[in-house]
C-alpha cells in the first residue's frame, strides 16, 4: 500500500485559505488520492479524489504533483466549521477499501 | 446529510453481552462497508459487503460478524464484548465495489462497554 505522511496539525485564520499537504511518494501510476475530513466524531466526510489532473468541486480544490509523490488540498476560504481531521488516503489497486492514517488537525481560528 | 444511516446512535453494555448495530445504505448503493474507530488504532476498516456478498475483510476479530440483507441493509454483531470493544463503529456506502467508488458513511454507532 502506499503509505501517506500528513503534519499532525496545522492553524488558519477564518477566510483565510488553508492549504493542506500530503506526501504519498511510492504512489502507483493508476492508484487514486482521497481526502476525507472527521469533525469531531462525525462520520468522515467526502470531500475530493483525484488521479493525475487538478480537480476542483464546490468544498476544495486537489493539487497533484507531476510526479504525483505529493498532492495539497486547498480550502479556499476556510470557516470555524471547517476545523476538523483530514485524511490523504491513497486507494491501492484491486482494493475499494480506505485505510486511514492519523490526518491533519485544522484548526480554523477567528 | 450523507443518506447512510445508523442505529442506535449510542450503545450502552456490559462485558460479555452482545449486540448488533444496524446501517441503512444510500438509496441506490449495493456495496455496504464497517469501519471501527478506537481512540487507540484510529479508524480501521472491518469488513465490506457488496449485494449481499461479502467482499472483502479487515481487521474484523472473531468474535465480530456482519451480513448483509435483500434489502442491501447490513448489521455488525459484536459478541462476547470487552471493554477494549469500545469505539464509534460507522457504517459506509457506495453505488458499486471499485476502486473508485466514493463511499458515503453514516453518523456512526457510540459502543461503551462497561
Known amino acids: 500500500d502506499a503509505k501517506t505522511t500528513q503534519p499532525p496539525s496545522m492553524d488558519c485564520a477564518e477566510g483565510r485559505a488553508a492549504n493542506l499537504p500530503c506526501n504519498h511518494s511510492?504512489?502507483?501510476?493508476?492508484?487514486?488520492v482521497y481526502w476525507y475530513r472527521q469533525i469531531h466524531s462525525q462520520g468522515p466526510q467526502y470531500i475530493i479524489h483525484?488521479?493525475?489532473n487538478n480537480e476542483t468541486n464546490e468544498m476544495a480544490s486537489l493539487i497533484i504533483t507531476e510526479d504525483r509523490k505529493s498532492s495539497t488540498l486547498i480550502l479556499p476560504h476556510a470557516t470555524l466549521r471547517d476545523t476538523a481531521v483530514y485524511y490523504c488516503?491513497?486507494?491501492?489497486?484491486?482494493?475499494?477499501?480506505?485505510?486511514f492514517g492519523k490526518g491533519t488537525m485544522l484548526l480554523v481560528s477567528p | 446529510d450523507s443518506g447512510v444511516t445508523q442505529t442506535p446512535k449510542h450503545l450502552i453494555t456490559a462485558t460479555g453481552q452482545r449486540v448488533t448495530l444496524r446501517c441503512s445504505p444510500r438509496s441506490g448503493d449495493l456495496s455496504v462497508y464497517w469501519y471501527q474507530q478506537s481512540l487507540d488504532q484510529g479508524l480501521q476498516f472491518l469488513i465490506q459487503?457488496?449485494?449481499?456478498?461479502?467482499?472483502a475483510k479487515g481487521n474484523i476479530l472473531e468474535r465480530f460478524s456482519a451480513q448483509q440483507f435483500p434489502d442491501l441493509h447490513s448489521e455488525l454483531n459484536l459478541s462476547s464484548l470487552e471493554l477494549g470493544d469500545s469505539a464509534l463503529y460507522f457504517c459506509?456506502?457506495?453505488?458499486?465495489?471499485?476502486?473508485?467508488?466514493?463511499?458515503?458513511f453514516g453518523p456512526g454507532t457510540r459502543l461503551t462497554v462497561l
Open positions: 483525484g488521479l493525475k
Open positions: 488516503i491513497v486507494r491501492p489497486q484491486g482494493y475499494s477499501t480506505l485505510t
Open positions: 459487503y457488496y449485494n449481499g456478498e461479502e467482499r
Open positions: 459506509a456506502s457506495s453505488v458499486q465495489a471499485g476502486r473508485t467508488d466514493t463511499q458515503y
Open positions: 511510492t504512489i502507483s501510476g493508476n492508484e487514486y
